[in-house]
Every structure is written in C-alpha cells, then in structure tokens.
C-alpha cells in the first residue's frame, strides 16, 4: 500500500469521526465482540459512512446498505485481530518511528510537514486523530511482516527456475490491474453448498457480462481481501501476483472476465481491469553500507538514535571506521560481517523509508538517523551505476518476485487462520432480532 493512499484514507475516516462527534448521537452500542475485545457500532457507523463518501466522490454505485455493513464489519473484525495480535506480542508504535514515516510521508507529497498538517487540519482533522490513525496503518503492516514473512520459504530450486524463465522468455514487461470476486465455501463443505456457490458464481459472472459495475458487485458480493476495494488488486507484475491469478491471466487483455474458477476456497471470478507496461530497459543501481540498531526492552528507541548519532560524529571526526563500528554494532547479520556493505542493489528491493532516504544522498555522504520497520539506521551512499535490467537481472530481483507472490498468498491464510481460531459474536440491534 502505498502512504499517499494511506493519507486519504485518513483524511475520510477522520473528517467523518469529527462530524459524528459534532452531531448529538444515541448512546452507543457494542455490536461485535472478538476474544476479550469489541466493536462499537459507532466504528461500523464511520466506516460505513467513509466508504459512502468515497463511493460518492468517486461517482460508483454501492450495494444495499446490509451489504455493505456486512463487509464493513468483515474488515473491522480482521483489523481487531491484527491490532490484538501486535498487543499480545508487545508491538508498539513508537512516537520516534511515527515521527518519522509522518517526515517520509510528506517527502513523497513533496511538502513540509508542517504544510501536510495544515493541509489536514484544513479539512477538519486534528492531526493528533491523524498520527493515531497512521499509527494504527503501520502497527498492522508490522504485523503482517512479522507474522507473514516466517511462513514464507524460497528454495534456490524457485529462484533459479525463475531466472531460467527470464532468461528464456524476457522479463514480462506488462502490469495488470486485476478485479477479483470470490465466492467463499465453508470448510470440509457438503456437495449442496458447493452447488450453491456455484450458481452464486454463475449468476454473478452473468450480471458481470451483461455490464453490472464490476467494484459494486464485488462489494456486495466477494468474500475476498479486496471487497471493500471494489475487489481491486494493485497493479503487479504477473509474477508478484498470487498463483491463481497469473494461471489464468497470461494471455488475457484489458476488460476480460474470466471464471468461475474452482478452489479450495472458492468460486473465484477475475477481471483485467487495467494493463501498462514496464519500464525495465535500464535501472540505477545503488552501493552502499549501513549500521543497523534494533530497539528492544534493553535498549529504547531514543537511546538507538542517539548511539547511531554518536558513531557518524566519530566517522565524521575522523576518530572511528564505519566498516568496524559496522562489525561490531550492526543487527544486521547479512551484512555486519562485511563491515555493513550492502552490495549493487536496485534501491526498490528495500524498504520505503531506506530508498528514500538512499534517493537523496550524494555520493560519498552519510545519512542522519532514520527510523524503517526494522531498527534505526544510518547509511553511506557509496555510489550509483546505470544497468540494463534485462541484463543484470539476477537472484535477488527472482526472489523478491517470488516472495511478494508468496506474501499476498500467505497473508490471506493467516488472517483466515486468526479468524477461524477466534470467538466472535456479531450482536444484531434490537430491531433485528426475532
């Protein structure tokens, strides 16, 4: 995900949290319990009402308001788990590290931050209610790191079929958009509620092909991880995108439909809703080195900072060497041992708030601190090189390929896992009940 979108998010699930606030409103209600947690009805209320203002702006239909409550309440539920996973694990978002996604941020906008404040506050948002919110977007995208990436394992028997694949047919040099509906089935199910999902399927492929609006109908109808997206994958290269979609999609073009297609979860239907092609003829290439300082009940956000401070003061003084001070302190074990050197990489492998901070250095210079969902790190931009990506493409471009792929699978089984294993009573209002 992107932090642009993130921003807007904010803003519209925030504006809407200021204007319930304002209105005189009944006493709230809880409305989904989860483990030892719940849900108000008031949460379900502003995210309806969020996804109402951004359907409107947008100028897209929705499903029936019960419709939308349901996926509503689907999402709310999967982000309680999260955030009670990160809880559970002692995973905190420190001011420091916010501090300093809020400065990425507003480097990707190209304003200050103080200018992005402004700009915040000019809709109706306190930018306190905005830090809580961006808070809460990167404790999840930790979360899932942390709880995805050990479930994921890349053999070199993987990589290097990838690399011969490239090698043979040329990296794919187009992106697809992708729609996708799935039409869910319970576990271990019986042959009628197979059938009935299908004709679920059928039926929804039908009012597809005779131009239903693709995002409406997935609101209302997808069970995926992208309902509330109007079922809208970002753009990915066909070999970052799960399994299912690159089997079926190699040879399809802008605006077909394809499906039902039968899994183990379901009835799936897939839209090519968009294609563009990449641009992989040449990429810079970065060298560089790093120290990296984990914060940990031992050691405080505050006082890493202050540690990578003081040995870029001696490196700078000349009273101490980077490659030693790399052997000596560095977290990270792949490259301490080579006093931090990092090697040739494209700068996109790493995590955003490294390659933008990479993207503005000078050859030669030192980095300040700076907070990544790893640690603190300083780094040295050694220097910078022009190569033909069609070329040079090598083991670590295949395994990041892969890994992505891999990721988007993962993370759908893990969230379905937590979800299994969880206690969940959704308590319908009064007015519903029999």
Known sequence: MKHSKK????????????????????L???????????????????????????????????????????????????????????????????????????ENIAKEQKVTVAQMQQTIESEGTSFSQYREQLRQEVTLGEIQRIQVQRRIQVSPQEISGLVKLIQEQGLKDVEFQIGHILIEVPSNPTSEQLEGASRRAEIVLKRLNNGDDFRSTAIASSSGPKAL???????????????????VISNAKKGDIIGPIKSGSGFHIIKVVDTRGLQTQEVEEVKSRHILLKPSPILSEDRAKAMLANFLAQVRAGDADFAKLATQY??????????????????????????????????????EPFRTTHGWHVVQ????????ATEQFNSNRAHQLIFRRKFNEELQNWLDEMRSEAYIEIVEPESKRG
């Open 229 to 247: 997206e109007g079922g809208i994958w970002d753009f990915m290269n066909i070999n970052e995108m799960p399994t299912l979609f690159a089997e």
């Open 330 to 367: 560095s977290e990270d074990p792949g490259s301490a041992a080579k006093g931090g050197e990092l090697g040739w990489a494209d700068p996109s492998m790493y995590v955003p708030e490294f390659t933008q901070t990479l993207a503005s250095l000078q050859e030669g210079q030192y980095s």
């Open 28 to 102: 709230d209600r809880v409305s989904v319990q989860i483990n030892d947690g719940i849900i108000l009805e008031s949460e379900i209320t502003n995210m309806v009402s969020t996804v109402k203002a951004n359907a409107k702006a947008a100028n897209q239909t929705l499903p029936s308001d019960d419709a939308l409550r349901t996926q509503v309440i689907e999402r709310l539920i999967l982000t309680h788990l999260q955030m009670q996973m990160a809880e559970r694990i002692g995973l905190q978002i420190g001011d420091l590290q916010l501090d300093q996604t809020i």
């Open 381 to 388: 931009l050694e220097s910078r090189r022009k190569t033909d």
């Open 7 to 26: 921003i807007i998010f904010a803003l519209l699930a925030l504006a809407m949290s200021n204007t319930s606030m304002a209105a005189p409103m009944p």
